[in-house]
């Protein structure tokens, strides 16, 4: 179970850009995330996956966010 919801890890997501949604962004998923290309065993974590879509600002992309530590 997250210990953060999906607003707050939007939040979160947008505040690290300096910037706040805009038009019809795509509700955060849960999600399994871990670095596959580490050289090294890596831990995998529950995050919220939020799509950032920043266009003025040049900005698109995704942002992981840790479900449990925000």
């Known amino acids: 179970m997250p210990a953060i919801g999906a607003n707050l890890a939007q ?6 850009l300096g910037s706040e949604p805009v038009g019809n962004a795509p ?11 580490s050289a090294q065993l890596a831990p995998f ?8 879509h920043d266009i003025a600002g040049g900005t698109f992309g995704r942002y992981y966010i840790d479900a449990l530590t925000g």
């Open 11 to 16: 939040a979160a997501a947008w505040a690290s």
């Open 27 to 37: 509700a955060p998923q849960l999600v399994i995330w871990g670095d596959m290309d």
């Open 45 to 52: 974590f529950l995050a919220w996956e939020v799509a950032v």
